[in-house]
């Protein structure tokens, strides 16, 4: 079965360093979603793709955060420098289109520390 | 923005005992997805409710969708520590398509 990969699975980093997360969506699924997700609550949007176009980024912050998907494919996501507020769980997920019922699949995330 | 309200937010129970989750909001949903999401992994999909009223099973798990299409609800029937974790309702804002997420019911099953 097709599944979203997502690396490293775990970073651990000092406040003011760059880190970057990797995410492979399942092949064929044009667009991709990237959250945050403090621990015990849902996910929150970051920034979706449509194909290589940033169709959503309102919630990411700019000033530190960049994303990109420059084939349409797989995508990363940096932030430098890095803060103590940006530990979370960074999670990606595709879907096939970005029609209103269409299913995301999630990968396992990337479990950010900063110290 | 659409919210997406859970109750309760956590939930102890033994097991073998019965409960429900509860997924409110003010508005209008086109579809609802359940997820269950344990410590360190990603959310993973059990259910999509589309038409109001609907109601799907999986094995223990009883899935319903508002008749308005503004609630849904989670029944797991004779719990198991297997179904410790976080569970998630998530739907489309219909006025902006951003996926949105409910607020989490963080349930434990006790052995």
């Known amino acids: 079965e097709a599944e979203v990969a997502q690396s490293p699975r775990y970073k651990i980093t000092e406040k003011s360093q760059a880190v970057a997360f990797w995410c492979d969506p399942i092949?064929?699924?044009?667009?991709l979603y990237w959250y945050r997700q403090i621990l015990g609550q849902g996910p929150e949007l970051l920034v979706q793709?449509?194909?290589?176009?940033?169709?959503?980024d309102s919630q990411l912050p700019k000033d530190r955060f960049s994303a990109e998907r420059l084939k349409g494919v797989d995508s990363t996501l940096k932030i430098q420098p890095a803060e103590l507020g940006d530990s979370a769980m960074y999670l990606c997920?595709?879907?096939?289109?970005?029609?209103?019922?269409?299913?995301?699949?999630f990968g396992p995330g990337t479990r950010l520390l900063v110290l | 923005t659409q919210l997406l309200e859970q109750s309760p937010q956590f939930l102890s129970i033994q097991e073998g005992e019965n409960l429900t989750v509860y997924c409110n909001s003010s508005?209008?949903?086109?579809?609802l997805q359940w997820y269950r999401q344990e410590p360190g992994e990603g959310p993973v999909l059990l259910v999509t409710v589309v038409t109001g009223g609907e109601v799907k099973k999986l094995k223990r798990l009883t899935f319903q969708f508002g008749d308005a299409r503004k609630d849904s609800s989670l029944h797991i029937t004779a719990a198991q520590p297997g179904d410790t974790g976080l569970y998630l309702c998530a739907g489309p804002d219909s006025g902006t398509y951003k996926y949105i997420f409910g607020t989490g019911t963080r349930l434990k099953v006790l052995a």
């Open positions: 508005s209008v949903f086109s579809s």
């Open positions: 092949s064929g699924h044009a667009t």
């Open positions: 997920a595709s879907s096939l289109f970005s029609q209103r019922q269409e299913t995301q699949y």
């Open positions: 793709f449509q194909d290589e176009s940033v169709v959503d």
